[in-house]
């Protein structure tokens, strides 16, 4: 989500979820029937949850519960697969789309909640399994989408399509399938397929132990601070914070800074020990490049496994092969985005770096501005420019309010839903909470769960995902979860979170509207299962109304007399929004090339040295500022190597540009008002995949977007 992974949301539908595996035998079913028998009757994967909505009762699910429950899955869904694929009787919709939508009941319910906890709530059991299931998930989809029977039905449906009499959601679906099948190698020799399946094989196997070495190193590379006077510049409460956390790791007396997931460390912007600074950011940059938890000789395969994948399906590139079916459809379409912002964004971005030299000289330094102290700078630069400082804007956003009176708040301004709380619901920990969504007419819409704050064994950043896919043709209603790592405040202190931090909460909310204002027949087509460069559109939409002032005035409120925030200090906080957008813009461009770049790559070429080739991306498209890395490196390019954002990672700006414009002309239709977020809900977030996304779009706005408002919004114009 918000400059993470878009958590890949398992769908009701196994059908719908399993597109980044591959693998080469069939499963294997169990020969011990009574062991089989017994294991099932303990096991709460084997029956529906009997909760609302069918969350899962936390309360029962054990460790063990998850291996056996994946492999029987997994064969229970083959055997439906292979009915399906054999079926005697002339291919239909009914006997073959609907039967697929409709299968891997097991497989899917175990897996949702299976791969939902192993990014938030790892251990060394959750990951021994997934390591073990990588592949065995891998082969499964291969065994789907490489069937020849099967691929033959839905090629049929495909060509008759519009004499079938369906409807436009039954047509779209088809059309989805054929696509999905194609490139997953279904028109492939056999000779091929045998090919592509160890590819899969060994990119699953690796995607996997790239998102587990990225766990341990986050782990490994935390800084171990001797002595508090080197925290200068950090509040009472975050050094007792740093003090608890390196004690819980088994440093007494010491003080420890943890590792955020990207380049820029948050903390840069308050120590005032440059030598530490370099320290932390050292830590963050050239993690994954050595040590027995490197991550750059699984970047560089990577790369050439996906050349040699995408070269066996008939494309140039990974790239080309990855954005067919999105909305940008090209690289070149990308390059052509990004290369007309690109002067405009440097040029932003050497002004920024002007008064920042100046500023480091006005105090006394000497020495040219370095990636560690950039950020330290810039918040002394914005204090002058704007008068506004941290101290002076912490108070008013306190955790709660933020989420209760900003984020909630906004939804039933907007949309005229309501979220109340069911500490009844199991959690799967103590952190995270659970509230059920109603509408206006007060019928109820989901089960959402909010787990906000950092801990071990969550991985960094920010998501969104289902622990329950919504479909009307399996009745399934949404039951969704949003996930974040705000540092929590020590016991019976408030917790306040940054204004960086406010955004991405509305953020990820606007993901999770996605998924619970869903209301599409077929999972495949439900929520959030819209192309990578379209799925980051509503969330987008939605972080702007965190700035709003009428919402502004309703959350940002002292947390101690409930004053609302000052006029004067807010509009300071308002101007200041596009300060520093350049530098922003700039570290999100350039991981975003790197990414492409690392994608664009031929088959046949050979291993890349990562961080030569990442210097040459930099400079090959004029963004290599040294002061300004990207946003993430390749050694810990979560969305781009074991996420799902590989060759997409551009897909955050392409959906900002849909967003700013949607967003402003929603200020033209009354801003924050029920008439206007009730036809967004109904035309962009109930509709999923079964509406083709600019035909959505043009739905809502009339038009196709322009890049105007992007400009404005991140004060480039």
């Not at 989500?1 to 890949?8: E, G, R, T």
Request: with cysteine; hydrophobic share 40%; glycine share 6%.
């Amino acid at each position: 989500m918000k400059k993470s992974f878009v958590a890949l949301a398992v769908a009701s539908s196994i059908s719908a979820s399993l597109l980044l595996a591959g693998c080469q035998t069939a499963p294997q079913q169990s020969e011990n029937t009574q062991a089989v028998v017994t294991m099932n009757a303990s096991n709460p994967f084997f029956a529906k949850s009997t909760l609302q909505y069918q969350a899962p009762n936390f309360a029962i699910i054990k460790d063990d519960h998850f291996q056996p429950a994946l492999e029987q899955g997994i064969a229970q869904h083959y055997q439906e697969i292979l009915a399906i694929a054999n079926n005697s009787e002339a291919p239909t919709f009914a006997n073959t789309i609907v039967a697929m939508e409709t299968s891997g009941e097991l497989l899917s319910r175990t897996s949702s909640v299976f791969y939902n906890l192993t990014g938030s709530n790892s251990n060394p059991t959750l990951r021994k399994v997934q390591g073990e299931m990588a592949p065995k998930m891998a082969a499964h989809n291969d065994n789907i989408h490489l069937n020849a029977e099967l691929f033959a039905r839905i090629d049929s449906l495909y060509q008759q399509r519009q004499q079938l009499g369906l409807t436009a959601e039954e047509v779209r679906l088809i059309e989805v399938y054929h696509q999905r099948f194609v490139m997953a190698g279904a028109k492939l020799t056999e000779a091929q397929k045998a090919k592509i399946r160890l590819l899969n094989e060994e990119q699953s196997t690796l995607t996997n132990e790239f998102g587990q070495r990225l766990l341990r190193l986050t782990k490994e590379i935390a800084v171990v601070v001797d002595s508090e006077a080197e925290l200068a510049g950090l509040s009472a409460s975050e050094i007792r914070s740093a003090k608890a956390d390196a004690e819980a790791a088994g440093h007494q007396g010491k003080y420890l800074i943890s590792i955020t997931n990207t380049t820029r460390q948050p903390i840069l912007a308050k120590l005032e020990n440059r030598e530490l600074r370099e320290r932390v950011w050292t830590a963050s940059a050239t993690r994954g490049l050595t040590g027995e938890n490197e991550t750059a000789s699984l970047v560089a395969r990577l790369a050439q496994l996906r050349s040699e994948r995408a070269a066996l399906l008939g494309y140039n590139s990974w790239a080309d092969y990855r954005l067919t079916p999105q909305m940008a459809k090209t690289p070149e379409a990308v390059y052509k985005m990004f290369g007309s912002m690109v002067p405009a964004v440097v040029a932003n971005t050497n002004k920024e770096s002007a008064d920042i030299q100046a500023m480091i000289t006005k105090t006394g330094g000497d020495f040219t501005v370095k990636p560690w102290d950039w950020a330290f700078y810039a918040e002394k630069v914005r204090q002058e420019k704007f008068s506004l400082n941290e101290a002076s804007i912490k108070p008013y956003f306190e955790f709660e309010r933020v989420l209760k009176d900003g984020v909630f708040f906004t939804l039933e301004k907007l949309y005229g839903v309501t979220l109340k709380p069911r500490p009844d619901l199991p959690v799967y920990h103590e952190d995270v909470k659970a509230y059920e969504m109603f509408d206006a007419d007060g019928s109820s819409m989901a089960i959402f769960y909010a787990d906000y704050f950092s801990r071990e064994g969550k991985r960094g950043g920010a998501w969104m995902s289902s622990f329950v896919g919504q479909s009307e043709l399996l009745n399934n209603k949404p039951v969704v979860v949003n996930v974040m790592n705000i540092k929590k405040a020590p016991e019976g202190e408030p917790t306040f979170v940054s204004y960086d931090q406010v955004t991405t909460m509305f953020h990820e909310m606007g993901h999770g509207t996605h998924g619970m204002f869903s209301k599409v027949k077929y999972p495949s087509l439900a929520g959030t299962a819209v192309s990578r460069d379209f799925v980051e559109f509503p969330s987008t939409f939605e972080e702007d109304w965190a700035a709003h002032p009428e919402v502004l005035a309703n959350y940002a409120k002292h947390y101690e007399t409930g004053e609302v925030i000052p006029e004067a200090l807010l509009q300071k906080l308002l101007k200041s929004r596009s300060f520093n957008q350049g530098f922003d813009t700039l570290e999100y461009m350039s991981a975003a090339l790197v990414d492409l770049e690392w994608h664009s790559l031929p088959a046949g070429t050979p291993l890349q040295d990562v961080a030569k080739f990442e210097a040459s991306a930099l400079e090959k498209h004029g963004v290599n500022l040294a002061a300004v890395p990207p946003r993430y490196k390749s050694t810990y390019f979560a969305h781009a190597f074991p996420g799902g954002y590989s060759a997409s990672y551009y897909a955050y700006m392409w959906s900002e540009i849909l967003a700013a414009d949607a967003f402003a002309y929603v200020q033209t239709q009354g801003g924050l008002n029920r008439e206007i977020g009730m036809k967004f809900r109904k035309t962009i977030r109930e509709v999923g995949n079964s509406v083709p996304p600019m035909e959505a779009y043009k739905n809502f706005r009339g038009q196709e977007p322009t890049t105007d408002a992007l400009l404005e919004r991140r004060g480039l114009k």
